[in-house]
């Protein structure tokens, strides 16, 4: 993979709302700030399309881990494809900064959800795992794992489609070497929800047992942390309390979380058993592909109880939820919508082999006649 060379009249630095960059795309807000660089959303001038440009100050190379760490973003985010997955559309670099021209979506992250204090249904929840752990499938064939998967790096777009986001950290199982300070050590030093730098690979809340012990790092390492993921989901909190990132270390190396079924009573078995399984700390007792996780939802979604009566369980577990919507006449609601139904069936044809999306609008299609 090649990066082009542009010339640029920006400096290194913030850039605002309305600069332009590489004479190409205009600036219009800030999406976020990582470890490596600032995302904005920027309309791209030659294409007239939205996209997220990510700007890494050019200084990088300066530093070879980070150097590392970016080139295998690059090498990454290029080598899955996947409707499930965040689409790095070029990269090219300036005087100043690398800069990576990658998909926008207009959505909200997972743990902005969590913050605002939502309260998804399961029926959503499970619609969202399902369509994460495609995801999943598709960055594990491509002989990739993600290593920092968590709420912050879950995108749910306007309708309804989840994206994977963030390859910084994520490494080829083909070249992974990778060392870690022991975990009891001081030297661990890690904010809450923060992707850790240095010898600390991905967020220590979603690293595994067997990474924490013996730094070993494969496919079942993001199984792990999307365990952990759906369980935030599910109760709304972490499985663990803690005191200290010694202590963290601790319980996810030798104590099991509280079962997601006794915090939230809505939560049925077969989920609760679905993210145990996931969260196991030997790793060969979890799933052991993503795909399994994807059968596991689709044999399942069809027996969730409804909006109304797992909002009555839910007031029961303590969880606040705004009042459920009255359940409709399927029937004589489809006759009512009979255009939009044709218009829905018009926009599958024209969708032609785009399965992905078919399959989503399905599961979507389960959520809302069951409300």
């Known amino acids: 993979m090649s990066i082009s060379e542009e010339n640029s009249g920006s400096e290194v630095g913030f850039l605002a709302a309305g600069d332009q ?5 205009h600036i219009e807000r800030v999406l976020g700030r990582g470890v490596s660089g600032i995302v904005y959303r920027a309309k791209d001038l030659e294409a007239g399309t939205t996209v997220a440009l990510k700007l890494i100050p050019a200084t990088v190379k300066n ?31 300036t005087k100043d900064y690398i800069a990576m021209v990658l998909e926008y979506v207009d959505g909200t992250s997972l743990f902005d959800f969590n913050e605002a204090g939502t309260i998804l249904s399961i029926q959503e929840i499970s619609n969202i795992g399902r369509q994460v752990a495609k995801g999943l499938e598709a960055i594990h064939s ?18 309804g489609m989840v994206k994977i986001t963030d390859f910084g950290v994520a490494i080829l199982e083909s070249t992974f070497q990778e060392s870690i300070e022991a975990s009891q050590s001081s030297g661990i030093r890690a904010k809450r929800r923060a992707t850790q730098k240095g010898t600390v ?10 990474y924490l012990l013996e730094q ?7 199984i792990y942390a999307f365990g952990i993921v759906l369980y935030e989901l599910v109760t709304t909190q972490f499985p663990y309390e803690y005191d200290s990132m010694k202590h963290l270390v601790y319980q996810k190396v030798n104590e099991d979380p509280v079962p997601p079924m006794e915090l939230r009573i809505d939560c ?21 592909s993503a795909r399994e996780i994807t059968n596991e939802f689709s044999s ?21 939820l705004q009042s459920p919507r009255p359940k409709k006449d399927n029937f004589k609601w489809l006759k009512k919508q009979w255009f939009n139904v044709l ?9 032609g082999m785009n399965l992905n999306f078919i399959e989503m609008l399905y599961y979507q299609a389960l959520t809302v006649l069951q409300q």
């Open 21 to 25: 960059f590489a004479d190409r795309f």
């Open 63 to 93: 530093d070879s881990a980070a150097a590392l760490r970016i080139n295998q973003e690059m090498r990454v985010a290029f080598a899955v494809k996947s409707d499930y997955v965040i689409n790095l559309y070029s990269c090219f670099t």
């Open 142 to 159: 491509a002989g990739i794992v993600h290593r920092d998967l968590k709420l912050e790096n879950i995108i749910l777009d306007q309708d």
């Open 201 to 210: 690979v991905g967020t220590i809340h979603y690293l595994s047992p067997e």
């Open 216 to 222: 070993k790092s494969d496919a079942r390492a993001d």
């Open 268 to 288: 049925p078995e077969w989920l609760n058993d679905l993210i145990l399984r996931a969260m196991a700390r030997d790793p060969e007792k979890r799933f052991q």
């Open 300 to 320: 399942f979604m069809n027996q969730i109880p409804t909006d109304a009566v797992a909002y009555n369980l839910r007031r029961e577990s303590g969880l606040t």
């Open 343 to 351: 218009l829905l069936l018009a926009i599958i044809v024209l969708a």
